[in-house]
């Protein structure tokens, strides 16, 4: 599974877009990158996840580079309830091991 | 459709005990994981199995066992319990099949274990 690098925190105005960046500069090319987030003291939830090009869904956009050893998570337009830890994770097609990271705490203040 | 769950959700244990904690995944869903979350380790993968069969296996001592049944409920057990067995235990529902769609996990609301 690709290690990922995360910034550990990040702040967020209400309203604005949240751009949370994942670094996976060893992915290899049959992983997917996956986004999940925690809110305080619930399990973890689903997002998004991309191979190379990017996605979209009604929670957020995925925009994977080029090299693919990076990507960026957004958030269009936070929320206080976006308040959460988003994790990115690298993991192969077959696999459905979860390797989480220390991920990056998301703060939206209003 | 109905979400996973897990029960019970608050468990408190003293050393040496030994406890079952169960999961009961989404409708559909053949693989169910397990997870431990801890402040100092964070969220660590246990095991998973597939179809009665464990699949995959995190790096966790022989205390930690779990099973699956043909409806694919899932037991956890943790045997002889140790204080730095407090934590929150999570599991995950998906189809579990290889397609990255399937891999999609849903996870219950866990269950948090005290061990004094």
């Known amino acids: 599974d690709a290690k990922t690098t995360q910034p550990p925190s990040m702040d967020c105005a209400e309203g604005r877009a949240a751009n949370l960046p994942c670094n996976h500069s060893t992915i290899s090319g049959n992983e997917y990158v996956y986004w999940y987030r925690q809110i305080h003291s619930q399990g973890p939830q689903y997002i998004i996840h991309g191979l190379k090009n990017n996605e979209t869904n009604e929670m957020a956009s995925l925009i994977i580079t080029e090299d693919r050893k990076s990507s960026t998570l957004i958030l269009p337009h936070a929320t206080l309830r976006d308040t959460a830890v988003y994790y990115c994770?690298?993991?192969?097609?077959?696999?459905?091991?979860?390797?989480f990271g220390k991920g990056t705490t998301l703060s939206v203040s209003s | 459709k109905a979400g996973v769950t897990q029960t019970p959700r608050y468990l408190i244990k003293t050393r040496g005990q030994q406890v079952t904690l169960s999961c009961s995944p989404i409708s559909g869903h053949r693989s169910v994981s397990w997870y431990q979350q801890t402040p100092g380790q964070g969220l660590q993968f246990l095991f998973e199995?597939?179809?009665?069969?464990?699949?995959n296996k995190g790096n966790f001592p022989g205390r930690f066992s779990g099973r699956q049944f043909s409806n694919s409920r899932s037991e956890m057990n943790v045997s002889t319990l140790e204080l730095g067995d407090s934590a929150l235990y999570l599991c995950?529902?998906?189809f579990g099949s290889g397609r990255p769609r399937f891999n999609e996990q849903f996870f219950g609301p866990g269950t948090r274990l005290t061990v004094l």
């Open positions: 199995y597939f179809s009665e069969t464990q699949r």
């Open positions: 995950a529902s998906s």
């Open positions: 994770i690298g993991n192969p097609q077959a696999g459905t091991a979860l390797i």
